[in-house]
């Protein structure tokens, strides 16, 4: 273990850090100290990957210290993922593993829970990190996509739709608060989905037109759900309701047409189609990311649903 930096005064400045807190593989979320006669030296840097060599070094100490403000006894959940992300933002890797572990925690918790709790507040805290990253590495979702997991569930599906809206919304230059949004109802919007009979989220064959309208239902039953958990911002209502909807009319629930469609809702929809598309579902193999966009953008049935200046750009961003 080398010391890095000396003479650090002020005790009143640092609080105790409990090892276990801490996690190998990761980037330290802030600089780690030890108390030497009557100063504070810094041991390890943050941002370094800790290793189990390092972990173990740290456990033969008598005291660790961080400074106050970064407390340090937390493990990764939603209220530390940000600095987590902060110190780990050299590896795509990383990243991309700590926001799918809190996110699907999130996730898991809702599908368990008979009243459909959801966490929005931390939902929130996922969108804001994938917006620092992506504010400060504009290629994220490029290095990114190679490693999403291959599984078809709520959460990573939900997850990866939040990538590529965040994404598009970045490159449509979005404010921050407009991102916020945008990610947020990405996140939420198939969260009705677990009202579906999941015989008819999962049916192989064409659905009837009774199971189609059974399906369709989730929009609205996600607004529901997200409502009764304390959602009141109306941008993100109208996403949720409105992703559906197409530029020719031919969506759902109310069949809007072109400029009705509001602009996060009409980039949402095509972030959901495209993943929807380059994934595994019950009644076909998936398309490539090429493929997909390919038939976004020409074929004579699909083009026409999508704001195609938007899903030029998106197209442009990936190549």
Do not use: W
């Not at 403000?69 to 990764?76: A, F, H, L, P, S």
């Not at 599906?157 to 990538?163: F, I, Y």
């Not at 193999?285 to 030029?312: G, I």
């Amino acid at each position: 273990m080398r010391i890095i930096q000396s003479k650090i005064k002020y005790s009143t400045l640092y609080t105790p850090l409990e090892v276990k807190s801490l996690e190998v593989g990761y980037g330290v979320p802030c600089n780690i100290l030890i108390k030497k006669e009557d100063d504070y030296v810094i041991v390890i840097e943050r941002g370094t990957i800790l290793t189990q060599r390092l972990y173990q070094m740290l456990e033969r100490q008598e005291v660790l210290y961080v400074t106050k403000q970064n407390g340090g006894n937390d493990k990764i959940s939603a209220v530390t993922l940000l600095v987590y992300i902060k110190a780990n933002i050299n590896y795509t890797d990383k990243t991309l593993e700590l926001i799918n572990r809190v996110n699907s925690e999130i996730f898991d918790s809702y599908l368990r829970d008979e009243a459909n709790t959801i966490d929005i507040a931390s939902l929130s805290q996922v969108v804001l990190s994938v917006i620092f990253l992506m504010k400060n590495s504009p290629e994220y979702l490029k290095n990114v996509m190679a490693l999403f997991p291959k599984e078809y569930n709520l959460a990573y599906n939900s997850l990866h739709v939040m990538l590529y809206a965040v994404h598009l919304g970045n490159i449509l230059k979005m404010d921050s608060t407009q991102l916020l949004q945008l990610g947020t109802a990405a996140l939420l919007r198939d969260i009705g989905t677990k009202k579906v009979l999941t015989s008819i989220m999962t049916k192989e064959s064409g659905l009837t037109t009774e199971e189609f309208k059974s399906m369709q239902k989730h929009t609205t039953l996600s607004l529901k759900i997200a409502q009764q958990n304390a959602l009141y911002d109306t941008n993100i209502i109208d996403i949720i309701m409105h992703h559906h909807e197409c530029q020719d009319g031919s969506g759902y629930p109310k069949g809007l047409h072109g400029s009705e469609i509001s602009q996060l809702a009409s980039v949402l929809g095509i972030c959901d189609v495209f993943d929807a598309l380059t994934n595994d579902r019950p009644h076909r193999k998936k398309y490539s990311y090429y493929e997909a966009l390919k038939l976004m953008m020409k074929d004579v049935t699909m083009a026409p649903k999508f704001d195609q200046e938007q899903l030029k750009l998106f197209l442009h961003s990936l190549l």
